[in-house]
Structures are given as structure tokens and as C-alpha cells.
């Protein structure tokens, strides 16, 4: 046996083997160090190895999905290792042969089915990265492809931005090729997610066609639209991973889906941690705005709305659509009764992919049973609407796709009270199958004769309490109690009664009958299981056979789940539809913020917001927004952009009414301060984060920048802020809301013809500061602080001081003086325009003797960047 574990193990080297002996997954060598302290379960050993100790430990197959998510959630992959026959049939090879095993499965993070490993409310996106080998000058590019096994959604993008990609998929596991995870590049971002490099082999271009082709069984994937050299790497990556880990057994996948690259607002993780989207910087999902604007009632309807905040669209034909189908519903009469009727659909997407893995079970049946006739009524009840706008129609004629007499069938077959799992047996319904209920007949009889059995030997032996019972080590026996026992085992009725066990209180025996009648049973029992299986595997067979009805299906009943959803926040928290163009507008009224008004116990005020171009310009605004801490500066902000979101994912809005011209990229920015309060970050990753945005913001783009220029010195944070608002003024030339404690920066309204200056308004009222949380026009002309850090209840005599010192200060008058430094400076555009640079031979060969003497490896960061200014100024020189 242990050779045979010796051969397994050497063939998974990377995965913890599960090897499966009787009733438990058992754990060896140092396997079984390893899982023993990561499951806190006994380590035990088990004979020797080469003279040492082979130290063991196990887990019992009932629970041994339990001990697997644990496992998971560390990190580690498992193999399972399965007896592959009776051990009945390995003896009748010869006395000696060791039952016959393999790996039937690879459990990892990315490749998990079920329920009890999954997380109901997210999608578990497996995803492959290839990446084009980057010849000098051009930009790298990513392929990416990314599936979901429980579900069975496989897509394919190109990208260069793959860090806004990860972290709008957030995946669950991530394939590269072992070059690709040691690229230095790459590195920082890959070590903080789950990734499995991979060999060579699975990202192999030539192969890929052939490899994806063959796992779809189609001849050519030309089927699959034209895939670029990228995409198809990536997707082969992908099946080769899936084949490799399910071992045999092929998952529901569709085809993949190609998406169009910018067809989705690229959000960086940095934006989406800031706005909580997903979750709140504090990591939980209440308080996000996924949680405040959810009102789905199933779990694939939440997973779908989630996959849409997360990637809002571009294109305002397809959010027109979405916002089409949210209008229709939010009309919609039986909205209430179509909720209802959707909320007892099971999720049919992930019984289906078990079912096709052969991990399923009756319940997944019965999950398939019941999610078919939800479709059915939902198609119907879908019908009765008036005019269905097109994505309704969509999901009506999808859910009338799968045969309607698959659901009748399991209806027929199921019982109603249904085992967890299909060995338990007894799940298929009586008056189903004629050769079962005869069986079960006959094995029902038996147990009946048993029950006779026992009275006839109670009256034989003349011992009342004689019972007969059963358990897995000695079948049927008779039992009595000790004191009767004496008298079994003498003349006469030694002759009927056969000792077999004495414990403390009890004597158990058996008989020629009673071992008769067992084999009886047990084999009907068999039999009638055996039939159970046999039907289990016809209707499984059927199912599986019209997979990409039922999962077309099942996504249509989550569209509906979204629509209907998304129609009743729209009605209760009133918001409204919004306008979504191809130009430059971006004016809301009466806008709010989703998840502050939620969680306001005090009436939420409403605010505008015009970052439009103005009549005679062709490009947006800027808005710089001062006022008091604790006014509402970062409330307002993150909904503006919020709204955005919104309205883009094809969901109404929170104002009085919205009209946007979509965004390609959104970008939001804390100070540092902030993020150093909550212990994430740093000024130095403030400036690298600011930096992003200055590269990458294009008109199309929203900007929002709240305090930037915090975290350092009063003048460094002043000039860096100042510097930034006219880049992004001059050379980005997107709407941005950009808000600030300096009050200088609201002098650069004279000279930046589309910067605005508003302010979120206070009343000073009896000495005591009043929060109107109401953006208008203008500067803040103070900043209040004094009357805040009174409110937060500082002593008299320290606030009282601080005025007086600042009444010192103020006399000395930073705004004036930063008037002054603005009318000195030169106009942004004229520093930072380009100037044409020196050739690249000369600057090229100063740069290359310059760069051959450094040492990075003995730099300090401060030395690095030290060197950095000279290389730049190298090139300067040349000018
Ligand atoms: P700032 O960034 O100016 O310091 P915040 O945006 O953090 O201020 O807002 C401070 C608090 O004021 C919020 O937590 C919220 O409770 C309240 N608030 C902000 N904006 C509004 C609003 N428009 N209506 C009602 N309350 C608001
Ligand atoms: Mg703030």
C-alpha cells in the first residue's frame, strides 16, 4: 500500500494527497504535518518508512469537505485520492493486492463546486494571464480569460491595464506561467493574490487552438469569433487547468465569451476600496454600496448584480437597455408577486455544475426541478407584462428553453424528503420504477419477518426482553441481557443460538436463520440502491443534456432577480433614471449618496453638481470644493462619482435627475491622512497613486481628489495640489471634483478658465458652527477648525489660545501671498509642455554610461531616487 501511496504522491508533489482508506482521507509524511497543525487534528503514525516513523493523520469522509474549505482558505491544494474498486474484487486478484486508487480530483481555490466551499453571494473566477512579450517602446499587453466553474461563465479579454482587471474580478485563484510570476514587473501585484504559476506547456501558443477546440469538441474555434493570438492563449490555459484538475470529468462550460476591451469602466483597486464598493475600507460588505443597494432575493441574482457594479458598462446603448428593462419593472404591477416567485428558485446554475461533475446529489436534482418550474411560471407571468423591452423578452424566451418534460420527470422520480447524498439511497419516489418497488417489497418483507423472528424466539427461549438488532460490525444478532446469556448458551438452545460477542451488560448471538434472512435483506438493499443509482445517473444523464438550456435559464431568472431588484430600490429609495450619452455632460441635481442617506438618522441634503463643459468649451469642469472638516466635502464627492457607477451599471440613480456622458475611467484618491489614520498607506503612496491618475485620466475620464497633498509639509502639500489641478486643468482635461483644506488653491479660479469654486456651507450661529451640508458656489473663508475643535470639546483655555495664534498668523495672509506666487509663475502650459528632446543617440549614450555605473542593489530609496534626477538631468543638458 504504501508503495502505491509512494507512486501517488510523486505524481501530485504540489498538493496535499487525501488518500482514501475505508471510511477517511488519510494524510502521510509531510502531508500529515502539514494538516494535522493547519486542522489542529491529531498527528498519529503508521509503520515505518526506511526505518523512521511514517507520521499519519485523517479525516472521517463525512466531513472531509469541512477539513478541505479549511484547507483551501490556507492556501494549499488538495488531491483526492479514491479507492477505485470494492476491496472485495482487489482479494479476488489474490490475497496480497492492494485496492486499486487514483487522484480523481484536484481541489484548489480556483475549481470549486461546492456549496459547502463556496461562497453563495460571489462569483469564484479562475483566471489565466498570458502576457505578449513586450518589444521596446510598445505596451505590454495582457490576455486574460476568466470562468467560473460553479456556474460555468467562461470570457476572454485584452487588456494593458491587468491590475483594474484582478481587481474587478477579485479571482479566486490565478494561473501564470512560471515566467510571468517571477517577472519583477509583475511581482508586487501577484504576491498579494492567490496565483498557481504553471508550466510552459499550459500557456503554450502553438497548442492553444487545438487544446481549446478539443475541450469543446468543436474543429475549429473560429465559432467562438475572432479570437486575438492573446485571448487564445489565455483560454487554453484555462480548460488545460480545468482538465487537469477535475481529472476526466468535464464541467458545464460555455463557450467563451469575448469582451470588447473599454467595454467596461476601468476602476483601479485603489478607486474601488476607496468608494466601498464591494466592501467598506473596514472589509465588511455592510456598509458597502453593493449591500445598500442590494434587494435581490437569490443568491445568483446578488452574485450578478455584484459581477455588474463591478464592471459597469461604457456603451450607453447597453446601459440604455438595462435601464429599459429596471423602467418596465418598476411599472410593473406583480412586481411584489414576481419577487416572491423568484425567491423560492433555487440556484440552479451551481446544482447543474455538480450534476455535470458527478459531485451531485438528489437535492441537486430536486434544485433542478424546482428552478425549471420557476422559469416556466416566471416565463408566464413574464408574458402578461404589455410591451417587454428587449432584455425581458431576452430572459422570457430563455427561460422557456429548457424541456419542459425534464421537470415533470424529476417531479415523477423524487421523493419528497430527499438524502444529501445519493448512496443514503431512498430519494427515488415509491410507483416510479416497477423493478425498485418490487425490490424494496422484498427487502421491506424481510424486515417484517425479522420483527416475527424476535417474537417467536422470545417465546421459545422464554426470555420477554430477547431483542434482535443491527449494527455494521456484526449485521442482524440477537441480543439478551447477561443474566439470560448463560441460558442461550446451554443445551437445548445452544443448538439454535450461536455466541458471538459478550459485553458488560449484554450477550449477543446469532442464527442459521437470522444470517439467512440477513443476506436476504442486504442484498435486496443492494439491489434496490443499485436501481437507485442507475436512475440517479439516467435523469443526471438527461439534465446534463440540455446544460446551456438550463443554465440560459438560470441566468435569465438572475436578470429578472437584478431587474426587479434594482426596480424596487428605485422605488423606495426614490431614485430616478438617469441620462447616459457619448458626450461630456456630467450634471446631476439633487444628488445623494447611496449609503450615507441609508445609514443618516437626520434627513440627507440634497446637492448639484455640474462638471459639464461650459457653452463655449468642449471640455469638463473642474470643481474645487473647500469647507470646514466634518462639512460633507468626501460625502459629496464619492457620490458624484458614485452616481456615475450607478447609472453606468444600468441602475437608476440617487438625485432629482442625471445626465452623464459615460466615463471611461474612474479614479478616486484619498490624502494620505486619512488612509494613515486607518494604518493602510503612506505619502509615497499617495504621490504614486496621484501620478496613476495624471498618466492615465482622459477627457473621458472623472477624477476625484479629496485633500490630496495632506500627508507632507504645508508647502510641499500646497505646491504639489497646485501642480496637480493644472495638469489636469491643461493636459488631462477631465471633470474632475477635486476638494482641499489649502484655501490658496481657490485663487487658480482667475487663471483656470474651467476650475469652479464651491463650498460646503456652515452657519456660525451664537459662536457655535453649523453643518448645512449644502455645496454652493464659492470659497470657504474660513476654515473653521477652531469652531470644530470646540464642538469636539477642547478646553476653553486651549481654544482660546489657538485664536489668538491665529490671528497672528492670519495677519501674515498665505492667500495673498500665494496670489502673488501665481502671478509670477509662468502659466502651467508653458512648463509643461514637452520640449522637444535632445536626439537619442547623444542623451541615449550619456543616460547608458551613467545607468552601467549604478548599483540598485546597494541604493537606499533615497539614493535611487538621487540618481534618478541626475540620469533626468542628463537628458536636460542636451536641450
Ligand atoms: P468632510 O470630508 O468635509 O470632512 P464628510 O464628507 O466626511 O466631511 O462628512 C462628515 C459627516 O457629515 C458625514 O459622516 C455625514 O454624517 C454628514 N454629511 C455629509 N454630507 C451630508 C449631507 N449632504 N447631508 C447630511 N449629512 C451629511
Ligand atoms: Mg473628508
Redesign the pocket.
Known sequence: MMEQYVEIKAANPDCLLFYRMGDFYELFFQDAEIASHALGIVLTKRGKHLGKDIPMCGVPIERADEYLHKLIAQGHRVAVCDQLEDPAEAKKRGAKSVVRRDVVRLVTPGTLTEDSLLDATRNNYLVAIVRTRASVGERTRFGLAFLDMSTGEFHLTESDNIAAELARLEPGEIIVSDALYGDPELAPLLRTLPVTPLGRDVFDGATAERRLASFFAVATTQAFGALSRLELAAAAACVTYVERTQIGRRPPLSPPVREAEGATLAIDAATRANLELMRTLAGETRGSVLSAIDRTVTAAGFRLLAARLAAPLTDPDAIALRLDAVDTMLGAAPRSELRSRLASAPDLARALARLALGRGGPRDLAAIRDGLRAAQELAARLSDLAALPDELRDAAVALRRPDPAIAEELARALADELPAFRRDGGFVRADYDAALDDTRALRDESRRVVAALQARYADETQVRALKIRHNNVLGYFVEVTAQHGERLMAAPLNKTFIHRQTLAGQVRFTTTELGELEARIASAADRALGIELEIFEALTARVTAIAEDIKAAAHSLAVLDVTAALATLAADQRYVRPQVDRGLAFAIEGGRHPV?EQA?A?P??A?NCDLSPPTDKTVGRIYLVT?P????????LRQNALIAVLAQTGSFVPARSAKIGVLDRLFSRVGAADDLARGRSTFMVEMVETAAILNQASERSLVILDEIGRGTATFDGLSIAWATIEHLHETNRCRTLF?THFHELTALAAKLDRLTNVT?RVKEWQGEVV?L?EVTAGAADRSYGIAVAKLAGLPAAVIERAKLILAELEAEDRTSHARRLMDDLPLFAATARPSPGPSLDEAGNLVIAALAALNPDEMSPRQAIEALYALKAKTAEQD
Open positions: 450615507v443618516l437626520a440627507f441634503v446637492n469647507g472638516n466634518m462639512a460633507g466635502k468626501s460625502t459629496y476638494a460646503v453643518f451640508h
